[in-house]
Nanobody, 131 residues
Framework: PRPIEESGGGSVQSGGSLRLSCKTT????????WGWFRQAPGKEREGVAL???????HYADSVKGRFIISEDDSKTHMYLQMNSLKADDTAMYYC?????????????????????????WGQGTQVNVSS
């Protein structure tokens, strides 16, 4: 399995910022949609932000204007800059990738993918926002 590793979680007060990092390996022959999901206690895992092979970024409505997803030129390191954090952002954050999304007929839009489409997941990094 391809390794995915996240880092950068922590505790911050409401209004503060955190930056999450994720690294993985890439296979040139595969289309690649990857990004961030989160899961709060007692809630389902939800998509936060995704980025596709065309560098198009997709955001959940709850984080638009506050979070920024980006990746480096090698497309092996991805980042989530989280600004103006709220208590509702408290969750375990997971980096995940969906290979061959184009071949399988998907876009990388959050409305077009499911958690089960993502075959590779990191171990998660905890983000705590105190009000």
């Amino acid at each position: 399995p391809r390794p995915i590793e996240e880092s950068g979680g922590g505790s911050v007060q409401s209004g503060g910022s955190l930056r999450l990092s994720c690294k993985t390996t890439r296979y040139a022959e595969s289309s690649h949609c990857w990004g961030w999901f989160r899961q709060a206690p007692g809630k389902e895992r939800e998509g936060v932000a995704l980025i596709d092979d065309e560098d198009v970024r997709h955001y959940a409505d709850s984080v638009k204007g506050r979070f920024i997803i980006s990746e480096d030129d090698s497309k092996t390191h991805m980042y989530l800059q989280m600004n103006s954090l709220k208590a509702d952002d408290t969750a375990m954050y997971y980096c995940a990738s969906f290979l061959q999304y184009v071949t399988l007929g998907h876009s990388c839009a959050l409305s077009d993918v499911k958690v089960g489409d993502f075959g590779y997941w990191g171990q998660g990094t905890q983000v705590n926002v105190s009000s």
